[in-house]
């Protein structure tokens, strides 16, 4: 399997794998360098470090061959998994639901806005349907389980009024994690002129009180770090 990170930290395992599906303009990932590695020695890693969690993450994990041989064998070993995915192979997901704590999915426009989807994703206007319906179906699937949605505030795309827009998709889910873009080369690649984290903290604030409306948790994440909402519903 291609892996650009493989890492422990306060008891949790991250792979991040190599390859996805989606060219997302602004992905730091689609380019970093990788190796390879084989479930067998993932599978030792995870039981040298003593770690409970794995995290399951890339740039996209659903398109790697081996994934469900490897998310059955972190099962028979006892760890809660969570898989992070773009959406675009439900049937991926429903395969491994079985087998994990949950799931991260990442939306990245209200679901009607092809012009928008299509710039974000990097994909011909005339395949955003199919993302589109992939994505909502692994919605519906992921949903039968613990979920974060982790949603990218790019201005223009999905802040302000436009955010409102997505709130019905949220509900049903665990978590929302609501993430400044930062504009870094480390984590954001700038992107239509943004040089500069946005939007502000306090937006985030702000949209992190809507999404409180319709989940139990929001949590935001940008430059002042970390910060977890408990919404009370
Ligand atoms: S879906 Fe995620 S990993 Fe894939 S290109 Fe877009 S930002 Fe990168």
Same mark, same amino acid.
């Given at each position: ?66 994934? =469900? ?39 990245? @426009?209200? =679901? ?5 989807? @299509? ?115």
């Amino acid at each position: 399997m291609r892996l650009i990170n493989l890492s422990e930290n306060n008891g949790e395992v991250r792979l991040e794998f190599f390859g996805c599906n989606l060219k997302c303009p602004y992905c730091v990932h689609i380019t970093q360098p990788f190796e390879e590695y084989s479930i067998d020695q993932i599978i030792d890693f995870v039981r040298d470090s003593d770690a409970q969690k794995v995290f399951l993450g890339g740039a996209e994990p659903t398109i790697q061959k081996d994934l =469900m041989s490897l998310i059955e064998e972190l099962d028979r070993l006892g760890v809660e998994t969570l898989l992070k995915s773009d959406g675009m192979k439900p049937e991926v997901l429903e395969l491994a639901m079985p087998y994990v704590k949950g799931f991260v999915l990442e939306l990245k @426009a209200p =679901m009607d806005d092809t012009a928008s989807l @299509a710039e974000l994703t990097g994909m011909p206007e005339d395949r955003v349907d199919k993302y589109v319906a992939n994505l909502s179906k692994s919605l519906e699937l992921a949903k039968n389980k613990w979920l974060r949605i982790w949603i990218r505030l790019i201005p223009g795309y999905v802040t302000g009024k436009r955010f409102e827009k997505v709130i019905p998709l949220l509900e049903g889910a665990s978590e929302v994690l609501l993430y400044q873009f930062l504009s870094n080369p480390d984590f954001d690649l700038p992107f239509k002129d943004y040089s500069d984290p946005v939007p502000s903290w306090n937006e985030m604030e702000e949209l992190a009180s809507i999404a409180c409306h319709v989940v139990p948790t929001v949590v935001i994440i940008g430059e002042n770090g970390k910060k977890s909402i408990h919404c009370g519903n």
